[in-house]
């Protein structure tokens, strides 16, 4: 499932040369053209990235990163801004007020691409294919294996992408629904009660090192996967 980034930016020819950059890289660009159309955005599958234009029709990209951090679903989400602007006092009251990083135009695709990976690669480990450890669980998403301290784990695809997505959120209740749409994506029909049934194919696979217990039951709210009992 390619990882979805958010491009917003009101000039057209901008807006469709980053979106062609980020395809030509594997990524799912998703467009926003002025400020409200960026606002909803901000929703379920939330992008892994945004891409934020400093002047926005009908507001700032200064507000909307306001918004988006005050927000407990999207703060997490950084953020890139990108503008003409190139004056010092500019870029900082762009970090300070929570973006993640400052790109001038204009730009060449290889630094995007450059500045996108390193800003993903602190947000997140998913970003980069970087291994995951938990407790003595390893999780290699370039080889595809998991170890439970060094001994390997037999598992499916599907229990695997579930896996590396509860891996890469740790702490945080998703529903079923969120599960469906962050592992399986949007555009595929899947019933809410099919998350269960490989919920439970990974708590047996994860029982051989006995990891099963990170994969945790919240009644009436979904799942989460917690050190924590």
Not at 78 to 85: E, F, K, N, Q, Y
Not at 176 to 202: A, F, K, M, P, S
Request: glycine share 6%; hydrophobic share 40%; aromatic share 6%.
């Amino acid at each position: 499932m390619a990882r979805r980034i958010l491009v917003v930016e009101d000039e057209a020819p901008i807006r469709e040369m980053l979106c062609f950059v980020l395809e030509q890289n594997g990524y799912q660009a998703v467009e926003a053209e002025d400020y409200d159309s960026a606002q909803a955005q901000f929703c379920e599958p939330y992008p892994e990235l945004i891409i934020m234009d400093w002047m926005l029709p009908g507001g700032s990209g200064i507000n909307l990163i306001k918004n988006l951090k005050r927000d407990e679903h999207t703060r997490h989400i950084p953020v890139v801004m990108l503008t003409a602007r190139g004056e010092e006092e500019d870029k900082v009251r762009g970090l300070e007020v929570g973006a993640d990083d400052y790109i001038t135009k204009p730009f060449s695709p290889k630094e995007l691409m450059a500045r996108l990976k390193a800003v993903m690669r602190r947000a997140s480990p998913t970003a980069l294919d970087d291994a995951i450890e938990v407790q003595g669980l390893r999780l290699d998403p370039v080889s595809h294996r998991v170890t439970a301290h060094e001994q390997p784990l037999d598992m499916g695809p599907t229990e695997f992408k579930l896996l590396h997505f509860f891996m890469t959120h740790q702490e945080r209740v998703y529903s079923r629904e969120q599960l469906l749409n962050n592992v399986w994506g949007t555009n595929v029909y899947v019933e809410d009660r099919t998350v269960d049934v490989h919920i439970r194919r990974l708590r047996k696979a994860l029982e051989g090192g006995e990891h099963d217990r990170l994969v945790q039951t919240v009644r009436g709210a979904g799942y989460r996967f917690s050190t924590k009992l």
